[in-house]
């Protein structure tokens, strides 16, 4: 058997290591033939697979290009030879997934410290309320920009002083001047931003494959993840959570769907939830906000194969929420879309926004 571990990377600056076990010397040979750079180790692993061993299973580690003897924890007094492996096997799995939990906290805490720095600094802005905020045009009592008339009794005041800032007096001029271009689109009725709004180009989508490997590795515990049917995006859909993909500037340009069942499963497996809490939390139709942050990891790092797949865009995903169709009237006619399908039953969608015609 030979243990591989990858550092998968799913997102802002957060990398899992994920355990991969191949057994057989079929699998291992086909594993060093497509990682021609790993040649050397190869061929010791090729003459270790040829020398019977005498004194019961054996453990060895690579050192640069050379493999090095190591021992196994010894089994109990009353467990087969076969026990050892095993249980070597079983923890080194935990010890992953314990890594990958402290490594998916540590990527939580600096995401919040740099929230809460933009906070203090005053440039937070709500990703959602930025689409569907309503600017109110201003009332009609607010007050002029320039000061009424003095009564005619009051002195004038000195030449001198009027004078004194000539800039000051045509920057008012030019506001009183542009004032009423302004109040007119300020009184149209206000659209949501993303009501059949256009990209400059479609978004390039990856493989089916290259998505569940990236959700299947993420979430481990056996999970997989297949193509499946596309699933209708409608007024019927109920439950259905929501990541709004979008580039660097701010612009939508997809969104990644995961139905009730994927976001309470996928995101709870993750979080290593036990199976009696997540199907209360499916029957209740209502996912726990640790579940829902986790699949938003999941979508994170649906973004890392999107960025990937891209030669124009670097995108990001937003929060998870749930599925608005009036922000998003578009994704009823996405131009492009993969679909995806876990062991649990769950969907997951992504879908590409319609491009500029």
């Given at each position: 058997m030979l243990?591989?571990?990858?550092?998968?990377?799913?997102?802002?600056?957060?990398?899992?290591?994920?355990?991969?076990?191949?057994?057989?010397?079929?699998?291992?040979?086909?594993?060093?033939?497509?990682?021609?750079?790993?040649?050397?180790?190869g061929r010791g692993a090729l003459k270790l697979?040829?020398?019977?061993?005498?004194?019961?299973?054996?453990?060895?580690?690579?050192?640069?290009?050379?493999?090095v003897s190591s021992s196994l924890p010894p089994g109990r007094p009353d467990a087969d030879d076969s026990d050892g492996p095993q249980l070597q096997t079983q923890m080194d799995a935990l010890n992953m997934r314990v890594t990958a939990l402290v490594a998916l906290q540590e990527g939580l805490?600096?995401?919040?410290?740099?929230?809460?720095?933009?906070?203090?600094?005053?440039?937070?802005?709500?990703?959602?309320?930025?689409?569907?905020?309503?600017?109110q045009a201003p009332a009609r009592e607010a007050a002029p920009l320039r000061e009424p008339p003095a009564p005619a009794s009051e002195p004038a005041p000195p030449i001198a002083e009027a004078a004194a800032d000539p800039a000051e007096s045509d920057a008012e001029d030019d506001l009183a001047s542009a004032e009423p271009a302004v109040a007119a689109p300020l009184r149209a009725t206000p659209e949501p931003v993303d009501q059949r709004a256009r990209p400059k180009a479609e978004l390039e989508l990856p493989p089916v494959a290259e998505l569940s490997k990236c959700?299947?590795?993420?979430?481990?515990?056996?999970?997989?993840?297949?193509?499946?049917?596309?699933?209708?995006?409608?007024?019927?859909?109920?439950?259905c959570y929501a990541a709004l993909i979008e580039d660097e500037s701010g612009e939508a340009l997809g969104l990644i769907l995961m139905d009730l069942r994927a976001t309470v499963f996928l995101g709870g497996s993750l979080m290593m939830q036990p199976p009696e809490q997540l199907q209360q939390q499916f029957a209740a139709a209502t996912?726990?906000?640790?579940?829902?942050?986790?699949?938003?990891?999941?979508?994170n790092a649906l973004s890392g194969a999107i960025n990937a797949a891209q030669d124009r865009y670097h995108v990001r995903t937003c929060p998870l929420e749930k599925l608005d169709l009036e922000r998003h009237p578009w994704a009823t006619e996405a131009a492009?879309?993969?679909?995806?399908?876990?062991?649990?039953?769950g969907s997951v969608a992504v879908l590409s926004m319609p491009g500029a015609s």
């Open positions: 243990e591989v571990v990858r550092h998968v990377n799913i997102g802002h600056d957060l990398v899992r290591p994920t355990t991969e076990c191949l057994t057989g010397n079929r699998m291992i040979g086909s594993y060093f033939k497509s990682n021609p750079d790993q040649e050397a180790l697979m040829q020398v019977a061993s005498t004194d019961g299973p054996r453990s060895y580690s690579a050192v640069g290009a050379e493999w805490l600096v995401r919040l410290a740099r929230l809460e720095a933009r906070i203090a600094e005053g440039n937070f802005a709500d990703p959602g309320a930025r689409r569907t905020a309503v600017h959700i299947a590795l993420l979430v481990g515990n056996g999970v997989s993840v297949e193509a499946a049917e596309p699933f209708a995006v409608g007024p019927d859909l109920q439950n996912p726990e906000q640790d579940s829902i942050a986790a699949s938003a990891e999941i979508c492009t879309r993969r679909d995806l399908g876990d062991s649990f039953g």
